[in-house]
């Protein structure tokens, strides 16, 4: 059976607004986003999202998971970009030494050097930025849009009926490959499997990791086949559907929708005659 | 309309596609309306099959050559839509999940009206109409996977109900539910027909139906008829081993055979000690909730438990607190003394071997043998001793000549046999079974519990069962659970003369229990109606 996202009715801006409206917000505010390298453009919207994130009503500790995932993995990306400088040459041609970090020890006659530049150091926190604020504006999308709409959103955007119940239990099949892949793992360390005792190269430790991957993948095909044979016996796809729920567009959301669209024409004239472009403190 | 068959079937022949052999063959027989009848038979006999050729699955979805004519309302379905034939017929699958879409209980019972393209006036019209026939309108705004196995059957009935089929197929509606649910859907459906709803129903739990006088019974054997007629033709027709017939009858018919053997559980020697000990061991699944109340119990060498109690009352949730899958919010679970806290589940396995409920979230491998040797190998037994351990598993559970075959092609009945003897070939002390009886039809069930308690391996053996027979013809013990906790520990013949309180647990008594009650002060203990058949 397919399970949903933990939704719950909140007091939230985000819950403010017509689902449709919101996600067209999101996806302009998205590609805003991906206009500039400049920090300064990229706090905002880190800040944007941020007040978005606290304003959302969902506690702490129910967001901690995905929270500690972008946290860990924004860290991860924008560290690895100081340290190895990967990507940046694509966005600035010269650098201004800040300071040189060599080890203390050598490997095979080669000792390890860092020369930290301001061009290396800001184009790591652009990084963080961006993913930060990417992320925690993707993660409240399960959170906040109820399950029970999540065809008519679709169907709503202009999608056809297919591609909308389509796209309503592909949100679904998410949280429920998550409940499948424990109770297989459940089941696995119940006849002594360990995961954390996998050895030997790449390869061989893919390997190991059948008992969780086949079950899984079978029961995800199992269950495919089981909704689409419940689909078929009540004649989905026959024609042209009614949707019983209605969405309602009221003022705030054409706002929301209409203030969505100019930030995105507002931010890619400015990305267009240059604004927003890698910036460093010179 | 009621003198021509609701459902009329001739010379009805399928072979699938990949299968070389025909799953069901010249099959005829018809219902009319207003008649209920129950198909019964072995596991892969061809019941499935059937409702898939009548529900227009056969051939629109699942591809192969088909002869023969099926006639709905006198009308040949062979050139309709699946559309127009779900509009005739509605179908409930065996197990509710597998059928329910909406995520909540309104946008469920809407689906199928809503792919009609109906005005939305009449969808809530025909939505409130069908959640008050079932009595769950209060159900209404509930998320579908919050609700108990009970609810989720009666609201994958409404959805069905809702788009006015005449014919009611059902496929094994009884499988999860506890007896009390079960007892209601039974009644709803005598209700649905003696309304002029016709009602083809597939179930094993054959007794269970008598309860409610099916009109007719077509008893299936590898794809044929073998029986085609009324209740009362049946139990002189098919051997009481092969289905679940009332306790009554067995007794009459065994009387003439030879006694059954006495099976006695042996257990391994083994320490006096606890092997498992729960003390006050409370659970919530989040904050706030609590599944589990200050539960305290042994289990000791010896002991064959019978863990009985309605859908979600705590049952799996206590089990695999002692396996370590789930660690108490307080309290403590020793395995063999030591804490579960501290030990890893591989550590438990070693002392508990847990079956799952569902093989297909455990079967990987490419072959039955090394699905089995899989437990083992884990365990690091040697190679000579998974050989040994391997094939008297394959031999338990009927599988033997299977070894080379790949687990996640055999049916559902053989896969749940496979997970079965994945976990005995593991040799551990205790043997756990989370509903081990589900989805197998009598014969097989009852062989294979036979096998396993006569194993000279386990030193304790728990299983989770509904099926209250199965606790009066194994059980030493039964554990009574409700509401998150133990409302009753003690021998088969203290905890279940206790009529009232398994009415407050949602047990209802079979024809078996109230034959062993009547006859316990001779017989000392329960037995199964074979047995009490010899007994004066």
Same mark, same amino acid.
């Given at each position: *059976?397919?399970?949903?996202?933990?939704?719950?009715?909140?007091?939230?801006?985000?819950?403010?607004?017509?689902?449709?409206?919101?996600?067209?917000?999101?996806?302009?505010?998205?590609?805003?986003?991906?206009?500039?390298?400049?920090?300064? @453009?990229?706090?905002?919207?880190?800040?944007?999202?941020?007040?978005?994130?606290?304003?959302?009503?969902?506690?702490?500790?129910?967001?901690?998971?995905?929270?500690?995932?972008?946290?860990?993995?924004?860290?991860?990306?924008?560290?690895?970009?100081?340290?190895?400088?990967?990507? %940046?040459?694509?966005?600035?041609?010269?650098? !201004?030494?800040?300071?040189?970090?060599?080890?203390?020890?050598?490997?095979?006659?080669?000792?390890?050097?860092?020369?930290?530049?301001?061009?290396?150091?800001?184009?790591?926190?652009?990084?963080?930025?961006?993913?930060?604020?990417?992320?925690?504006?993707?993660?409240?999308?399960?959170?906040?849009?109820?399950?029970?709409?999540?065809?008519?959103?679709?169907?709503?955007?202009?999608?056809?009926?297919?591609?909308?119940?389509?796209?309503?239990?592909? *949100?679904?099949?998410?949280?429920?490959?998550?409940?499948?892949?424990?109770?297989?793992?459940?089941?696995?360390?119940? &006849?002594?499997?360990?995961?954390?005792?996998?050895?030997?190269?790449?390869?061989?430790?893919?390997?190991? *990791?059948?008992?969780?991957?086949? =079950?899984?993948?079978?029961?995800?095909?199992?269950?495919?086949?089981?909704?689409?044979?419940?689909?078929?016996?009540?004649?989905?796809?026959? +024609?042209?559907?009614?949707?019983?729920?209605?969405?309602?567009?009221?003022?705030?959301?054409?706002?929301?929708?209409?203030?969505?669209?100019?930030?995105?024409?507002?931010?890619?004239?400015?990305?267009?005659?240059?604004?927003?472009?890698?910036?460093?403190?010179? | 309309?009621? !003198?021509?068959?609701?459902?009329?079937?001739?010379?009805?022949?399928?072979?699938?596609?990949?299968?070389?052999?025909?799953?069901?063959?010249?099959?005829?027989?018809?219902?009319?309306?207003?008649?209920?009848?129950?198909?019964?038979?072995?596991?892969?006999?061809?019941?499935?099959?059937?409702?898939?050729?009548?529900?227009?699955?056969?051939?629109?979805?699942?591809?192969?050559?088909?002869? +023969?004519?099926?006639?709905? !309302?006198?009308?040949?379905?062979?050139?309709?839509?699946?559309?127009?034939?779900?509009?005739?017929?509605?179908?409930?699958?065996?197990?509710?999940? &597998?059928?329910?879409? %909406?995520?909540?209980?309104? /946008?469920?019972?809407?689906?199928?009206?809503?792919?009609?393209?109906?005005?939305?006036?009449?969808?809530?019209?025909?939505?409130?109409?069908?959640?008050?026939?079932?009595?769950?309108? !209060?159900?209404?705004?509930?998320?579908?996977?919050?609700?108990?196995? +009970?609810?989720?059957?009666?609201?994958?009935?409404?959805?069905?109900?809702?788009?006015?089929?005449?014919?009611?197929?059902?496929?094994?509606?009884?499988?999860?539910?506890?007896?009390?649910?079960?007892?209601?859907?039974?009644?709803? #459906?005598?209700?649905?027909?003696?309304?002029?709803?016709?009602?083809?129903?597939?179930?094993?739990?054959?007794?269970?139906?008598?309860?409610?006088?099916?009109?007719?019974?077509?008893?299936?054997?590898?794809?044929?008829?073998?029986?085609?007629?009324?209740?009362? +033709?049946?139990?002189?027709?098919? /051997?009481?081993?092969?289905?679940?017939? =009332?306790?009554?009858?067995?007794?009459?018919?065994?009387?003439?055979?030879?006694?059954?053997?006495?099976?006695?559980?042996?257990?391994?020697?083994?320490?006096?000690?606890?092997?498992?000990?729960?003390?006050?061991?409370?659970?919530?699944?989040?904050? %706030?909730?609590?599944?589990?109340?200050?539960?305290?119990?042994?289990? /000791?060498?010896?002991?064959?438990?019978?863990?009985?109690?309605?859908?979600?009352?705590?049952?799996?949730?206590?089990?695999?607190?002692?396996?370590?899958?789930?660690?108490?919010?307080?309290? &403590?679970?020793?395995?063999?003394?030591?804490?579960?806290?501290?030990?890893?589940?591989?550590?438990?396995?070693?002392?508990?071997? @847990?079956?799952?409920?569902?093989?297909?979230?455990?079967?990987?491998?490419?072959?039955?043998?090394?699905?089995?040797?899989?437990?083992?190998?884990?365990?690091?037994?040697?190679?000579?001793?998974? &050989?040994?351990?391997?094939?008297?598993?394959?031999?338990?559970?009927?599988?033997?000549?299977?070894?080379?075959?790949?687990?996640?092609?055999?049916?559902?009945?053989?896969?749940?046999?496979?997970?079965?003897?994945?976990?005995?070939?593991?040799?551990?002390?205790?043997?756990?079974?989370?509903? =081990?009886?589900?989805?197998?039809?009598?014969?097989?069930?009852?062989?294979?519990?036979?096998?396993?308690?006569?194993?000279?391996?386990?030193?304790?053996?728990?299983?989770?069962?509904?099926?209250?027979?199965?606790?009066?013809?194994?059980?030493?013990?039964?554990?009574?659970?409700?509401?998150?906790?133990?409302?009753?520990?003690?021998?088969?013949?203290?905890?279940?003369?206790?009529?009232?309180?398994?009415?407050?647990?949602?047990?209802?008594?079979?024809?078996?229990?109230?034959?062993?009650?009547?006859?316990?002060?001779?017989?000392?203990?329960?037995?199964?109606?074979?047995?009490?058949?010899? #007994?004066?």
């Amino acid at each position: *059976m397919l399970v949903t996202w933990r939704y719950r009715k909140r007091k939230s801006i985000i819950q403010w607004f017509d689902p449709r409206a919101w996600l067209i917000f999101y996806a302009c505010f998205l590609a805003c986003t991906l206009l500039f390298w400049d920090v300064r @453009y990229l706090a905002v919207f880190g800040v944007v999202s941020l007040a978005i994130l606290l304003s959302s009503g969902i506690r702490l500790m129910e967001m901690r998971r995905p929270l500690m995932f972008i946290a860990l993995f924004g860290i991860f990306y924008s560290g690895l970009t100081f340290l190895t400088g990967r990507g %940046g040459m694509e966005v600035y041609q010269s650098e !201004h030494l800040i300071t040189r970090l060599a080890a203390g020890f050598t490997l095979f006659g080669w000792q390890p050097v860092i020369n930290v530049t301001l061009e290396k150091a800001f184009f790591s926190l652009g990084i963080f930025l961006r993913v930060f604020s990417l992320a925690s504006m993707t993660i409240l999308i399960p959170y906040s849009l109820n399950p029970a709409q999540y065809g008519i959103i679709f169907r709503g955007l202009g999608m056809p009926d297919k591609i909308a119940y389509a796209m309503d239990l592909t *949100m679904r099949f998410i949280p429920t490959f998550g409940r499948d892949f424990m109770m297989t793992m459940d089941a696995q360390r119940a &006849r002594g499997y360990e995961l954390e005792n996998l050895r030997g190269g790449l390869i061989n430790q893919v390997r190991k *990791m059948a008992p969780l991957i086949v =079950p899984v993948t079978i029961h995800a095909i199992i269950g495919s086949e089981d909704i689409i044979d419940a689909m078929d016996l009540r004649a989905f796809g026959v +024609g042209p559907r009614v949707w019983l729920e209605q969405l309602h567009y009221k003022r705030r959301d054409i706002a929301l929708i209409v203030f969505g669209i100019l930030l995105f024409f507002v931010c890619g004239g400015l990305s267009m005659f240059g604004f927003g472009k890698f910036w460093v403190p010179l | 309309m009621g !003198h021509t068959p609701a459902v009329f079937i001739e010379n009805l022949s399928f072979r699938y596609r990949d299968r070389q052999e025909l799953a069901i063959r010249d099959i005829s027989f018809q219902i009319m309306p207003g008649e209920l009848l129950l198909l019964a038979g072995a596991s892969g006999c061809g019941k499935t099959t059937l409702i898939r050729c009548i529900n227009g699955l056969i051939p629109r979805s699942y591809k192969g050559e088909i002869s +023969g004519r099926i006639l709905l !309302h006198d009308q040949d379905t062979s050139k309709f839509t699946l559309a127009r034939i779900s509009q005739i017929v509605g179908t409930v699958l065996q197990d509710p999940e &597998r059928q329910i879409l %909406g995520t909540r209980v309104m /946008n469920e019972v809407a689906f199928g009206l809503e792919n009609l393209a109906l005005s939305r006036d009449e969808i809530t019209e025909r939505i409130n109409e069908s959640l008050d026939y079932l009595g769950i309108k !209060h159900l209404r705004d509930r998320e579908t996977f919050n609700l108990s196995g +009970g609810e989720k059957q009666k609201v994958a009935l409404a959805g069905v109900l809702a788009m006015h089929p005449s014919i009611l197929l059902l496929d094994e509606p009884l499988a999860s539910l506890d007896p009390a649910s079960a007892q209601e859907a039974l009644r709803l #459906i005598r209700q649905l027909t003696d309304q002029g709803m016709t009602v083809l129903m597939v179930e094993h739990r054959v007794e269970d139906v008598f309860k409610i006088n099916p009109d007719c019974v077509l008893f299936m054997e590898q794809g044929q008829i073998r029986y085609l007629g009324t209740m009362d +033709g049946l139990s002189k027709v098919v /051997n009481y081993h092969e289905i679940k017939l =009332p306790a009554p009858l067995i007794l009459e018919r065994a009387a003439s055979d030879p006694p059954p053997q006495s099976i006695q559980f042996q257990p391994a020697i083994g320490s006096p000690k606890p092997l498992v000990q729960f003390e006050e061991v409370s659970f919530g699944y989040e904050a %706030g909730s609590t599944v589990l109340k200050g539960i305290s119990l042994a289990i /000791n060498r010896g002991d064959v438990i019978a863990v009985l109690g309605a859908n979600g009352a705590g049952k799996t949730t206590l089990v695999k607190h002692a396996i370590g899958l789930l660690k108490p919010k307080a309290g &403590r679970v020793l395995v063999e003394g030591k804490d579960t806290r501290h030990i890893s589940v591989a550590q438990v396995a070693k002392t508990l071997g @847990y079956v799952f409920q569902s093989p297909s979230h455990m079967l990987f491998a490419p072959t039955v043998y090394e699905e089995l040797a899989f437990g083992p190998t884990n365990l690091r037994h040697d190679p000579e001793a998974i &050989r040994k351990e391997v094939q008297e598993a394959i031999d338990i559970v009927n599988l033997t000549g299977r070894e080379k075959d790949p687990p996640l092609a055999l049916s559902f009945g053989q896969q749940k046999r496979v997970s079965i003897a994945a976990i005995l070939a593991m040799q551990s002390r205790i043997l756990v079974m989370d509903e =081990p009886t589900a989805g197998q039809d009598y014969r097989n069930y009852m062989e294979f519990m036979d096998a396993i308690l006569q194993l000279p391996n386990f030193e304790a053996i728990l299983f989770i069962t509904h099926d209250i027979d199965l606790a009066v013809i194994y059980a030493n013990r039964v554990l009574l659970v409700d509401n998150g906790q133990v409302v009753a520990d003690g021998r088969p013949e203290e905890v279940l003369r206790d009529l009232d309180l398994l009415s407050a647990t949602r047990l209802v008594p079979t024809s078996l229990l109230k034959l062993n009650l009547e006859r316990v002060e001779t017989t000392g203990r329960f037995l199964r109606a074979e047995a009490l058949a010899h #007994i004066q």
